[in-house]
């Protein structure tokens, strides 16, 4: 890559871009907040639509625990997301951290094999992804019908305001530094 494979937006620098306007990294870390939430809960909605109406996936509990699920999933990734991207010093290594944790989160999280199937150690492990806690709770919403997960909804939210803080931690510090 012409500029050594740092993260580029066009010509400048997304960060300079970000630190010489006139908002804060609170503000900016909210809009990007805001314009991805109402992204992806567009997609998950028409997904939700097709899955259940087309394809016929049970929805055995309250469209409204579901929706509140997905919302808190939905906030708790993009606050992974935009650590993961902070972090990041280069394009491939955000790629390749995004590649670890969709894998990580397709196999030790309930999607793929069920957690009583794994080994002790992994499913310690796997409480520390939070992907897992939507799964278990949106298994139980579509397929058996109850929401008895509230701890762990509370968990997944908190696990997103971890993120949220985290990410705009690193923000100010990237804001401030350059």
Do not use: C, H
Request: glycine content about 6%.
């Amino acid at each position: 890559m012409p500029n050594g494979g740092r993260l580029k937006e066009g010509s400048r620098d997304t960060i300079e871009l970000f630190r010489v306007a006139p908002i804060s990294a609170l503000e900016t870390l909210l809009g990007k907040y805001l314009s991805y939430f109402i992204f992806i809960s567009s997609l998950a909605a028409i997904l939700t639509v097709l899955i259940v109406f087309v394809i016929r996936a049970p929805l055995a509990g309250e469209w409204w625990q579901y929706a509140l699920v997905v919302a808190t999933l939905i906030f708790t990734s993009l606050g992974l997301g935009f650590v993961l991207s902070l972090i990041a010093q280069t394009t491939s290594q955000a790629v390749q951290f995004s590649m670890i944790l969709l894998l990580s989160s397709i196999f030790f999280t309930g999607f793929f094999l069920a957690l009583d199937l794994l080994w002790t150690p992994v499913r310690v492990v796997s409480w520390l992804i939070p992907a897992t806690y939507a799964i278990v709770l949106l298994q139980d919403i579509m397929l058996r019908g109850v929401f008895e997960g509230r701890d762990l909804l509370l968990s997944l939210a908190a696990f997103g305001l971890g993120f949220f803080v985290l990410a705009w931690i690193l923000l100010r510090s990237r804001m401030a530094q350059r």
